[in-house]
């Protein structure tokens, strides 16, 4: 017979209200420490993330820096973002412990991988994006270059352009966490969605249209990805189901 499962019980608001400030003051602090590791770093960060675009430039052409304040601020709010990019674990491991004490036991079970698993799908959308889809779009786009424009990409510009792509692939690679909690929630069926099918894949082409740049390369390679990913998810929700089944016949 199994075990009962229960929940802790009820806490007053104002434990709940001070639980919370720490938690969140934990996860800055996490965020502060790894940005002053990081920011005697700034330019080397900067390097690594511009090589894509630097690697392709054809001769004489350079990166330029548009603005007086450019050349710090920019290196800055990268460090900034890769701290929180790279502190985010500890982060999310600050809201699990805050919520998990309301949490059934068979929740947890779920909850559990698929934090950890939409913290790895993130990264591996930033990773694709860096070096699958990045080399592609800029040897796209330098190449298509009017042959008496010389490239000289502004280094803000180029930032936030890649802070748009990195965003966009990671939060892309976190449909079958979307799929998964969907069917867990009750709210739809792996049957239902892959009926829908057809409808998800032009949703993910209109998603890559919308957060790529203007090419049909950049915009091909987030959507077929988010359609494979669709796929993972519905495959992963038929098991849940077939686990969920089993347990219930027990």
């Keep these: ?41 700034a330019n080397d960060i900067y390097a690594f ?30 460090s900034l973002v890769t701290a929180v990019f790279l502190a985010m674990p500890y982060v999310l491991y600050q809201v699990w412990s805050f919520i ?28 694709f994006a860096y070096y699958a889809v990045f ?8 190449s298509v270059a009017p042959d008496d424009i010389t490239i000289m990409t502004d280094i803000n510009s180029y ?15 976190e449909i079958p966490i979307a799929a998964i909690l969907m069917i867990w929630a009750g709210i739809t069926t792996p049957e239902a969605l892959a009926k829908k099918r057809p409808y998800i894949i032009v949703g993910c082409f209109i998603f890559g249209m919308l957060l790529t740049p203007p090419d049909i390369i950049s915009q091909s390679m987030l959507a077929i990805p988010m359609w494979l990913l669709f796929e993972v998810g519905v495959y992963c929700g038929r098991l849940m189901q077939r686990r969920s089944a089993g347990q219930s016949s027990d």
């Design 100 to 127: 998990a004490p309301g949490m059934y036991r068979h929740e947890k079970r779920l909850a559990i991988p698929l934090l950890a698993s939409s913290v790895l799908l993130f990264y591996a959308g930033a990773a």
């Design 135 to 142: 080399p592609l779009i800029f040897t796209f786009f330098t």
């Design 159 to 173: 930032l936030d352009f890649v802070l748009k792509l990195f965003f966009a692939f990671g939060l892309a690679f």
């Design 1 to 41: 017979m199994s075990e009962p499962e229960t929940v802790d019980q009820p806490l007053p608001l104002v434990t709940h209200l001070t639980e919370l400030r720490d938690k969140l003051l934990r996860a800055l602090l996490a965020i502060l420490v790894m940005f002053i590791c990081l920011f005697p770093f």
């Design 49 to 78: 993330v511009s090589e894509p675009l630097r690697s392709i430039l054809p001769p004489g052409a350079s990166m330029i820096a548009t603005e007086v304040a450019s050349p710090f601020f920019t290196p800055f709010k990268l």
